[in-house]
């Protein structure tokens, strides 16, 4: 469902969720994972090169596939900045059936958490075909030799 108001009223949603953290607190991965599902569903704009793609794809990856690995996102980054290289393949016609605005309506933080998830998954789904990149990239960023890693 695309907003009424076009991509401002939906970016006017996103700015309004990061708001109303605040009030209805969620943990850092849940945050990543909302931004990463935000981004993929507005590729043009958060998503025009193939590493800020791979960062989305690979970070909504680690948070449905990986979510009880403590350092998934700290390896995707590291990985990210040792400059790997990346095409940036083809997107989906469709992001997902579920969008912003259920997250926006949770009344508190618990629901907020579940709707975030939906709208991850839905996401995800919408992805699907690039689904194997993704997790070619995750296991590419954990098994990069330890040599290679930032302190």
């Known amino acids: 469902m695309r907003d009424p108001d076009g991509t401002h009223g939906c970016r006017a949603r ?28 507005h590729p043009d704009e958060f998503c025009v090169s ?15 596939e990986h979510a009880d690995h403590p350092t998934i996102l700290k390896l995707l ?3 990210l900045d040792g400059g790997p290289s990346l095409e940036k393949p083809p997107l989906p016609p ?5 969008t912003i605005a259920e997250a926006l ?28 990149l993704a997790r070619r990239w995750v296991e590419a960023a954990h098994s990069r030799p330890a040599g290679t890693r930032r302190r």
Request: charged share 20%; aromatic share 12%; hydrophobic share 45%.
């Open 105 to 132: 309506a949770a009344p508190d933080g618990q629901r907020l958490v579940a709707a975030a998830d939906r709208w991850a998954r839905s996401t995800w789904e919408a992805y699907a075909p690039l689904r194997p």
């Open 77 to 79: 980054q590291e990985w």
């Open 14 to 41: 996103f700015d309004e969720l990061t708001i109303h953290q605040w009030d209805r607190p969620v943990s850092y991965p849940v945050r990543r994972m909302m931004v990463d599902t935000y981004a993929l569903q």
């Open 50 to 64: 193939a590493k800020s793609f791979a960062a989305h794809l690979t970070g909504l990856c680690a948070a449905l």
């Open 94 to 98: 469709s992001r997902g059936a579920v």
